[in-house]
Every structure is written in C-alpha cells, then in structure tokens.
C-alpha cells in the first residue's frame, strides 16, 4: 500500500535562488514510524573505543566474511551516505538526477566551477532491517540547483546532511533532519561544494567535507550562523591525503589510543585513471584531517562496484568489527563485512 503525504514546512527562506527546504515531499510505502520513538545512540561514536582497537588490526591480509546481503527496495538513485538507526532502520540520503551535467569542456572554469548545474532531487529514503523501503522524503523542490545530498551522520538526535549543486566549488545548504519525521532544518549555507558532514558532539563541530574531500569546513555550532542564504565563513582545512576521496564520514568521538583526539570513521574511492579504482577506510583527525590509520578493501558488489563507494556505517557486534556498505546505484544492495578476528598478521 502506498500513501501519498505533502508536508508544508515552515521555511527559512523563500528566496528562489535557493529552493531547498522550501517544502517536504514525503512518499509513505509502510504506515509505521520511520525511527524508533525512543532514538537509540548512534552506533559508531557508542563503540568508540572498540572501534579504535578492532581497526587497528586490520591490515592488506585481513579476510572479509558476508555476513549478510539485503537488497533494499525501489529505485535509490545515487545512494550517498546510510546511518543505521537501532536493529531495524537505515537511512539512505541519495540523488536523483533528472538533467545530467555538462562539463563546459577541457579545462574550461566558469565562474569558479566545471560544469552546467544540471537539475535534480535530494532524498532521503527510510529502510527496515529486510530493506522494505518505509518512506522515500524529496528534501528539494523541483528546479533547486542544490539537490546533491552527500555523506551523513547520526548524532543521537538528528541525521546531518549537505545538499549541494552537483558540480566542484560552487554552494551548499547545512541541514539537520528528524528521523522520527523526516523534516529537514536548514542550518546554514556554505560557498563550496560540500559532500559530506560529520558532528562531533562532544566539541559541538560541525565538519563539512568538499568535493572529493579535498578541503574541511570547520563550523562550532555556539557561533551564530550568517542569516540564510548569505554565506556563512569557516575554518579550512586542506586534506593532505590523495589515497581515497572520502564519501561517507560517522563521528567516533576522542579516543584515548589517539590522544583525545576528536576522530571520524571514512570510507571512500578514487579513480586513478579509466580503469584503475581504490578503496579502502580511514580513522582521520577532523582537526588536521590526517588518516591516522587507513585500511584498502579490494571487494567489488556483485554488480561491480568498488566496495567502498559512498555509504557506510560501522558497529561491532559480538566483539567484530562490521561495516554496512551500499554501493550500487538504483538497484542497490546492502552488504554486511566482518573483519575475521584471526586473518593472518602481515609484518
Ligand atoms: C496506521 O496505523 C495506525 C495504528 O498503528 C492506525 O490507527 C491507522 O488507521 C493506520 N492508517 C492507515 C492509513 O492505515
Ligand atoms: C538541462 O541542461 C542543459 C544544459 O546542459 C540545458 O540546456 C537544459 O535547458 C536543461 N533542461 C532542463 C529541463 O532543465
Ligand atoms: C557566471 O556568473 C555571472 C554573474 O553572476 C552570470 O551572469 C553568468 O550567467 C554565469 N555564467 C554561467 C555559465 O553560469
Ligand atoms: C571558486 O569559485 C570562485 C568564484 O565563485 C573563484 O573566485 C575561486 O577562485 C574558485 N576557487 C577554486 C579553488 O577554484
Ligand atoms: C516529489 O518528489 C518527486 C521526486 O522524487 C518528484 O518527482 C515529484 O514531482 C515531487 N512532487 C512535488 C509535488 O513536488
Ligand atoms: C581549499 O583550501 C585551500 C587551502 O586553504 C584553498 O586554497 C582552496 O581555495 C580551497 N578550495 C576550495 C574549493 O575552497
Ligand atoms: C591505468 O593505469 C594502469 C597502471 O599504470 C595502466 O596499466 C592502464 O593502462 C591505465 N589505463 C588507462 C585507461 O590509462
Ligand atoms: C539488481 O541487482 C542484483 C544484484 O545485486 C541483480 O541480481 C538483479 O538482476 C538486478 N536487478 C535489476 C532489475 O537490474
């Protein structure tokens, strides 16, 4: 059964150059709530410290095991980023493109950026632990140029997004969204691409990541935002690693093995050229952005997708390290890898 539910927001602003969040438009497939009604904690920053150890073993020779494969339902678009809310939701923030776009040609830059905006919607789609989709929210209104929505994170409270124009250097809108209702609130607007947020909640950082991670954005959350849409002004951070691109981003919180350290979990790809892609996870320090360890994984979908393309979340479960990654676009599958506590030990 499907139901059909147009949610009117009040909105920040009407201003037409910037059309996100201007209205919700939620499709319902389940009448059942989208998030648990007591928010459980986020996974990753709760097994902080597990995490930290259990990564730290992981090496080139580490043996990978299935644990499981959920096909999830419905056309998911370009899946970005997933966060994993209790045993029986995901979250999926994706982008549905519906004019593709242009590269104005080689080398050729306008007004600071590559390509024509293209046009599209930001989603953000509700899964149960089987993949029966709940409810698929369009977080954009149609003709918004800022419809690209990145990497997430869950902070305990809220999900954390960027919805951006889907070309480099060019702008995006800091969002948060209940999970129990789907409604985004827009935060503030950013002068960049940005592909991925992350919060530390212990620091009150918000950290944006730009196109292909190349620069973070430092905001504290206690400064008050430029009102929306002028731009508000960040700290930068160039990322000194081009091994991966980091796509999707959960905070860990201040581990004691890195010197308290605020650190996030990534995972992510790089093309090298046509036929050479890399992937692989990091543990980064969100002030420097530093892999303080990183970690290949070779695995394709069975679709033929590296592994590590665009969402992840992470959790241990019975003393393992799990990751939950959906690489595939439109027909997405879930895949569930546990790193084998006795892989051999490379020296
Ligand atoms: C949805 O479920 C609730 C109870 O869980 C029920 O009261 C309501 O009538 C249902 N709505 C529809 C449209 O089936
Ligand atoms: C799609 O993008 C092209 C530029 O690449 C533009 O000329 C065209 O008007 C756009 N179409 C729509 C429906 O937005
Ligand atoms: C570049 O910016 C100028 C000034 O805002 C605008 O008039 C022009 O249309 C832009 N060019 C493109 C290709 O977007
Ligand atoms: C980004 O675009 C702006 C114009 O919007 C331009 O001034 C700036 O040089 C560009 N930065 C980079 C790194 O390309
Ligand atoms: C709702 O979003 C979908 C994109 O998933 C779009 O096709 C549809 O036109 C939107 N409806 C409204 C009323 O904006
Ligand atoms: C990224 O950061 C570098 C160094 O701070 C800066 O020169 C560059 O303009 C930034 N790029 C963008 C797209 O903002
Ligand atoms: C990509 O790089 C590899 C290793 O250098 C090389 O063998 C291959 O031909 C390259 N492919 C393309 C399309 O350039
Ligand atoms: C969806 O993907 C699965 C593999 O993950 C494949 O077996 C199936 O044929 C695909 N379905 C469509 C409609 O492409």
Redesign the pocket.
């Known amino acids: 059964m499907q139901f059909r539910a147009r949610l009117i927001l009040a909105t920040v602003s009407t201003v037409a150059y910037c059309a996100a969040v201007a209205a919700l438009n939620v499709t319902i497939y389940q009448n059942t709530s989208f998030a648990p009604a007591e928010l459980p904690v986020p996974y990753a920053a709760s097994q902080c410290d597990e995490i930290v150890e259990l990564f730290g073993r992981l090496g080139r020779t580490t043996v990978w095991n299935l644990v499981e494969k959920v096909h999830f339902e419905g056309d998911t678009y370009e899946p970005e980023g997933i966060v994993r809310i209790g045993d029986d939701r995901y979250f999926v923030s994706a982008g549905e493109y519906t004019n593709k776009t242009v590269k104005y040609g080689n080398n050729v830059v306008i007004n600071g950026t590559d390509r024509t905006a293209g046009s599209g919607f930001a989603h953000m789609i509700v899964f149960d632990g089987q993949g029966n989709r709940i409810a698929d929210a369009s977080l954009t209104e149609r003709g918004a140029i800022e419809y690209h929505n990145g990497g997430i994170d869950y902070d305990g409270e809220f999900i954390w997004a960027t919805i951006a124009q889907y070309r ?2 060019s702008t995006a809108t800091l969002m948060r969204i209940d999970p129990r209702t789907l409604n985004p609130t827009t935060i503030l607007h950013v002068a ?2 940005e592909g991925g947020v992350v919060h530390d909640t212990l620091t009150n950082k918000i950290v944006m990541l ?2 292909g991670s ?2 973070a954005s430092t905001w504290k959350t206690h400064v008050k935002p430029a009102p929306y849409p002028s731009f508000t002004s960040f700290h ?3 990322n000194p690693s081009y091994y991966i691109d980091y796509q999707d981003c959960k905070f860990l919180g201040h581990p004691k093995a890195f010197d308290y350290r605020g650190t996030m979990i990534c995972s992510g790809v790089t093309s090298l050229n046509s036929t050479i892609t890399i992937g692989g996870v990091a543990l980064v320090d969100m002030e420097t952005m530093i892999p303080v360890e990183e970690v290949p994984i070779t695995i394709s979908s069975d679709l033929g997708a590296a592994i590590t393309t665009n969402p992840m979340d992470v959790a241990v479960v019975d003393g393992r390290l799990r990751f939950y990654f959906l690489p595939d676009q439109h027909n997405s599958t879930l895949y569930v890898y546990e790193a084998e506590p006795n892989s051999p030990f490379e020296f």
């Open positions: 480099p250097n960049d691409h730009n196109w190349r620069n930068v951070t160039r």
